[in-house]
């Protein structure tokens, strides 16, 4: 089977997915511009993100684990000095620990983690700096709908969607949507401080602290 993440065109998704993850993903740029430092985005994909990032922040690196996404975003940023991306697995960074100010995993990535989401987390936690937030933004419990309909619009078949919302596809994909409850577990266990606000109906974003 070939992989979804060699046939997704995410940009096109982004343009042609309902109204409400639109939002959501606009929204999601609006928040980034706020940022500065040394910047680490988990799953960058085709660096949507990382092209916003470039212009504010001091270093910026993004990794994913899929060579065709890392190399779109190399290509997309490759006039951007202060940016690096990498071929990596998010259970093991090669980054040092406390190096980042920001760490990053937008879009709903953190949905397509499955059982790998905790150990993620704990590299996320390992690599940010004391004083440094991570920042997720996922889909809410509202999501399903739109979700599957710009699934469908993007010519994907579903095998299988579970009474949580989680979405399989005959194309590899896997997508999760949380509820406030489920994410306060995941941090809870890693002992971060945590908010968590809506960017719009469908989504949640989350800010966690290190702990002193």
Same mark, same amino acid.
């Given at each position: ?33 706020? +940022?500065?430092? %040394?910047? /680490?985005? *988990?799953?960058?994909?085709?660096? &949507? ?5 470039? =212009? ?56 397509? +983690?499955?059982? %790998?989401? /905790?150990? *993620?987390?704990?590299?996320?936690? &390992? ?5 440094? =937030? ?79």
């Amino acid at each position: 089977m070939v992989s979804y993440y060699i046939l997704l065109n995410w940009d096109r998704f982004v343009e042609r997915c309902s109204p409400l993850l639109k939002e959501y993903y606009n929204k999601e740029l609006d928040f980034v511009t706020k +940022l500065s430092g %040394d910047v /680490l985005e *988990v799953g960058c994909g085709t660096g &949507r993100i990382l092209t916003i990032l470039a =212009k504010k922040c001091r270093r910026i690196v993004g990794i994913d684990k899929e060579k065709v996404m890392v190399d779109i975003s190399k290509d997309k940023l490759k006039k951007s000095r202060n940016v690096e991306i990498y071929k990596q697995n998010a259970k093991r960074l090669k980054f040092p620990d406390n190096c980042f100010d920001f760490v990053l995993c937008m879009a709903n990535i953190f949905g397509n +983690l499955g059982r %790998d989401k /905790l150990s *993620v987390l704990k590299e996320m936690k &390992r690599v940010c700096k004391s004083s440094g =937030k991570i920042i997720i933004s996922v889909y809410n419990e509202k999501a399903l709908k739109p979700r599957l309909d710009s699934y469908a619009n993007d010519g994907l078949t579903h095998i299988k969607v579970t009474k949580q919302g989680t979405v399989y596809t005959k194309e590899g994909l896997f997508s999760e949507q949380f509820t406030k409850k489920k994410l306060i577990s995941l941090f809870k266990r890693l002992r971060l401080n945590y908010k968590i606000i809506s960017l719009n109906q469908i989504s949640y974003l989350c800010i966690c602290n290190i702990p002193s």
